[in-house]
């Protein structure tokens, strides 16, 4: 198989791109799924490495706008409109064995934060939607309808915002809302918040509101478990994340599922009963972006990138080892 050389630049690099497909070990031929396709930026550098991509993406614009891609890779690239939790039944519908390598982006794609009429950044005002898949509940939505009490919830566990009871009062005493400009302001008055300091306090909330409209965490608990159905033993699993709270369920799952969760004691008995055989072993330390992808690109600072390689033992039953 011939390596894929692109007709034209990617749109961008993605954040740890390079060192999550090195990460992969691609040999030409193999076959490997990029299950947060975005803009291609990972599946250009697969494709490049010599790989059979399948590449998975829940954004109907994102797989719209990937035709281009498609045709310059002449048969190495099929774009499949899932989300990435069903990686290991869409390939299997489709007749493909197990993979060699996935990798996963986590969260929301430069595409869907830039583009204002999407609804996901306070940058630019424009409708309140969030929604990765457009279609089904959108932020204005939830917020419009929401308990006081969910929504400061979401904006506590997603967004680690210590004000949210503060924060959902003043939304819920506003309603109804629509527009991105206004939840803004909404949450900066709040907070108190005064223009010349450097973080804007909406960010937070921005963050936890499009998790909970997206499902994220549920999604990435699906996917981290597709992926282990789905990899061929040895065939590895990159994960870069961006939020605290997914990186802990990263590290969570891939420790249980290599076997280093610790065994109970006497002042905490383990009663699960006899745990599975390892399906994951660790392939190397947590990456983080060098100093100059961060200056180079803000979005980056937050990154970690965590590569596991699967083992020959069966995929765990639901019942052990949920990532916390």
């Known amino acids: 198989m011939t390596p894929f050389r692109p007709l034209d630049a990617a749109p961008h690099i993605p954040v740890l791109g390079p ?24 599946t250009r550098l697969m494709l490049a490495a010599g ?36 990686i290991a039944t869409a390939l299997g519908e489709r007749g493909i064995a197990p993979v060699d390598g996935i990798v996963l982006d986590i969260g929301v794609s ?28 959108s932020a204005a939505d939830f917020l419009n309808t929401a308990p006081e009490a969910e929504i400061a919830d979401t904006l506590y566990r997603y967004g680690d915002e210590p004000r949210s009871r503060r924060v959902a009062r003043a939304i819920v005493d506003a309603r109804p809302i629509t527009r991105t400009a206004e939840l803004a302001t909404i949450i900066r008055r709040a907070l108190g918040h005064r223009p010349h300091e450097p973080k804007d306090p909406a960010t937070r909330s921005f963050q936890a509101i499009r998790m909970r409209v997206n499902r994220e965490l549920e999604e990435l608990e699906g996917g981290l478990a597709a992926a282990e159905r789905a990899l061929k033993p040895g065939g590895r699993l990159a994960i870069v994340t961006f939020h605290s709270g997914e990186d802990r369920l990263v590290k969570n799952f891939l420790r249980a599922r290599s076997g280093a969760t610790p ?13 599975p055989l390892p399906s994951f072993e660790a392939v190397a330390k947590p990456v983080r972006p060098s100093a100059e992808e961060t200056a180079r690109n803000p979005r980056a600072r937050s990154a970690t990138l965590r590569v596991a390689r699967r083992t020959a033992a069966p995929a765990w039953p639901a019942a052990f080892g949920e990532a916390a």
């Not at 990460?23 to 990972?42: C, K, N, R």
């Not at 595409?111 to 969030?130: N, V």
Request: charged share 25%; net charge negative.
């Open 110 to 137: 430069s595409m869907q934060l830039d583009r204002a009429e999407r609804g996901f950044s306070f940058q630019t005002d424009a409708a309140l939607d969030m929604r990765m898949e457009q279609a089904g509940e």
């Open 263 to 275: 065994a109970g004691s006497r002042h905490m008995p383990d009663t699960r009963g006899a745990a």
């Open 19 to 42: 060192e999550a497909v090195a990460a992969l070990a691609i040999a030409p031929g193999e076959t490997h799924v990029d299950g947060t396709f975005g803009a291609g930026g990972y």
């Open 51 to 86: 790989a059979r991509v399948y590449a998975f993406d829940r954004d109907p614009d994102a797989i719209a706008e990937g035709a281009g891609l498609v045709a310059e890779a002449a048969g190495a690239l099929t774009l499949v409109p899932e989300r990435f939790s069903q």
